[in-house]
């Protein structure tokens, strides 16, 4: 790693610039946008989020205020975890750890830094992980490793047996920072008895893991608050899907981004229902006036991410498609599965979780049940066509939001999806939905840039007729 990398934190890097553009709104419209012209490096990616008005500045103070959280946790005498996106962050809230979960930290340096990440990225495989790993965990993990960063105090997988690439990375890190490390297992099942108990008993294991580590035992009273407000955001969630169904779809493409971010940051607080809150307040505005969720209120075709979206090009992805009026209908990482979620209709009701406050007991089996439906941990723990898997899924999307086309972005970092792309895109292709192949990284712009990326998606619309 270069020298100059070496002289400031990451995480403090990245704080900095979130809290400034958080405060860019405190003041007129105009004395907002004006801060723009003095930071043109970072100008794209808040201009977008920003644009979305409420829910932007929203979710730039939430995200502000939890990287707050983890830079101040041990002076408040908390307990630091380095976990992964797929694992609920509102278990941690009850037993006081903070928790630093890499991708979206990951998703943050890409999408605000023109230079991306490379060099963290680098620098894990300079000693010595491997290069064709997913770079979700790689890009903060670098900085992590390079002590670049609050130094964690143990960790948290919840990938095993389904991400070989993102359990790995989580085993590198304990082993490399020699920190205690607790892994949830997942089977290649979901409904069936065994799998559920499983599941169940694993997720007790964690929690007893977590007390050990920080000698405080789980609160209850703040449990139960977590299971209430899950519950109220995947409701509102929800909602908002479910406005995602009408033509034009008043619900800007970028709120998907939002949703899950907050899930994946704030899942169980209230701060995350905020946002939620705020999104379907704008999308029930547009649908009342007819509007599709883009700048000009015009929708000219939709579209459904099969897998993730893309994050570094300072959020232009997002932007171009507004430009485009093409309506983003969200990816992979929106299938939480809640009991309300408008894509679970008739035998897919199995596949999701409901929470429920009852007694510790339930309160614990709730959240054992949301933590094996989290992104990825449910869809592709298995082969992709089987139940409750990648494939019924992505049909489960497709008959619930009618995109007029799916986008795939990947490389072979994510071996599960790189290996069955083909025949899920002949699967969806049988549906009679255009679906395009990009070789690309969401987090390593390196591999292939956005603007190549743009070109091929813009000859792919042209040629299957999707815009004319
Ligand atoms: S499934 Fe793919 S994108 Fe998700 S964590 Fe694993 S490698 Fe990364």
Redesign the pocket.
């Known amino acids: 790693m270069r020298k100059e990398y070496r002289e400031y934190h990451f995480d403090r890097m990245v704080q900095s610039i979130i809290h400034f553009a958080s405060l860019s709104y405190d003041g007129t419209h105009k004395e907002g946008f004006g801060m723009f012209r003095y930071a043109p490096r970072f100008r794209d990616a808040i201009q977008t989020i920003l644009m979305t008005g409420e829910p932007g500045v929203l979710l730039l103070k939430m995200i502000d205020t939890y990287l707050i959280e983890i830079l101040t946790a041990h002076e408040n005498g908390k307990k630091v975890a380095l976990c992964?996106?797929?694992f609920s962050p509102g278990v941690l809230k009850p037993l006081d750890v903070v928790p630093i979960c890499l991708?979206p930290v990951t998703t943050l340096g890409v999408a605000m830094w023109l230079r991306g990440l490379g060099e963290y990225l680098n620098y894990c495989c300079e000693v010595g992980f491997t290069e064709t790993?997913?770079?979700?965990?790689r890009g903060a993990l670098g900085a992590y490793l390079a002590g670049l960063g609050v130094r964690p105090d143990f960790v948290l997988c919840n990938?095993i047996g389904?991400?070989?690439?993102?359990?790995t990375?989580f085993n590198f890190a304990a082993e490399y920072l020699e920190l205690p490390f607790y892994q949830l297992n997942a089977p290649p099942t979901l409904v069936d008895e065994r799998a559920r108990t499983y599941h169940r008993h694993d997720f007790r294991g964690l929690i007893s893991f977590v007390e050990e580590q920080t000698g405080k035992n789980l609160d209850c009273d703040l449990l139960r608050e977590v299971i209430v407000e899950t519950d109220k955001q995947d409701e509102i969630m929800c909602e908002i899907e479910d406005l995602m169904r009408l033509t034009p779809s008043p619900v800007p493409g970028i709120f998907n981004l939002f949703m899950y971010s907050a899930k994946y940051i704030y899942g169980g607080s209230r701060v995350a229902t905020e946002i939620m809150e705020s999104m379907l307040k704008v999308s029930k505005h547009n649908a009342a006036q007819g509007r599709a969720g883009t700048t000009s209120g015009k929708e000219e075709a939709r579209a459904f991410s099969v897998?993730?979206d893309h994050y570094s090009a300072q959020l232009r992805p997002w932007a171009w498609f507004d430009e485009k009026n093409i309506s983003h209908l969200g990816c992979m990482m929106n299938g939480f599965w809640p009991v309300h979620a408008p894509y679970a209709t008739g035998d897919l009701k199995e596949g999701t979780y409901t929470m429920d406050p009852t007694n510790e007991e339930t309160m614990l089996d709730s959240l054992a049940d949301q933590m094996s439906r989290m992104?990825?941990v449910k869809q592709?723990r298995g082969p992709y066509d089987d139940p409750h898997q990648w494939l019924t899924d992505t049909v489960a999307s497709i008959k619930t939001y009618k995109p007029t086309f799916c986008l795939y972005t990947?490389t072979i970092?994510?071996?599960?999806?790189?290996g069955s792309i083909k025949i899920l895109a002949r699967d969806t292709e049988k549906m009679g939905i255009p679906t395009l192949i990009l070789f690309g990284d969401?987090f390593d712009h390196r591999i292939t840039s956005w603007e190549s990326m743009r070109d091929r998606i813009d000859e792919f619309l042209t040629v299957r007729r999707i815009l004319e």
């Open positions: 992964t996106f797929n991708e790993s997913c770079s979700a965990q990938s389904v991400c070989d690439t993102n359990a990375a897998y993730v992104p990825m592709i990947g970092g994510c071996r599960n999806t790189w969401a």
